[in-house]
């Protein structure tokens, strides 16, 4: 009887062992496509994605800009930091935004600026607001690594 017990034992043990699959299909990640660099936003006007060819920030007046060539002002965002945080658009922050197609600028009555990075001269963030102007009630954005200029 110990026998037969022991038999059944390594014939478990032996089917159970090589019985196992072994496993080694390719495990293939999620493809996440890069945040481009630059400043991109959309309001509430259209679903389209904008961009402007000139976005950078300058650490002495702790405002980020976001311009075409030529100069034409699109975003002006002034913080009362340039550091790593979340700062409410409020009297001490605040956001200006008029394209050529706006009757007049947008005025946010409330919102966010996040900035995510700020290292290597490089900056990094997004940015929510609510408000009126221009035909627009809302608009949301994000930089990745515009230049900070002293």
Do not use: H
Not at 12 to 27: K, M
Not at 42 to 49: G, K
Not at 121 to 135: E, P, R
Request: aromatic share 10%; proline share 3%; glycine share 8%.
């Amino acid at each position: 009887m110990k026998r037969i017990t022991t038999l059944v034992l390594i014939a478990f043990l032996a089917i159970s062992t090589f019985s196992c699959s072994n496993n080694d299909d390719d495990v293939t990640a999620p493809i996440v496509t890069p945040t481009a660099n630059g400043f991109t936003w959309t309001d509430s006007s259209s679903t389209n994605v904008q961009t402007v060819n000139n976005p950078y920030a300058t650490a002495q007046y702790k405002t980020i800009f976001a311009a075409n060539t030529g100069g034409a002002t699109v975003f002006e965002i002034n913080l009362t930091s340039l550091a790593v945080g979340t700062y409410s658009l409020a009297s001490a922050n605040a956001l200006y935004y008029k394209n050529a197609t706006m009757s007049a600028s947008f005025s946010p009555t409330s919102g966010t600026v996040t900035i995510t990075a700020n290292a290597n001269n490089k900056l990094s963030g997004t940015f929510t607001a609510t408000g009126t102007g221009g035909g627009i009630t809302s608009v949301t954005g994000q930089f990745t690594n515009i230049t900070v200029n002293p």
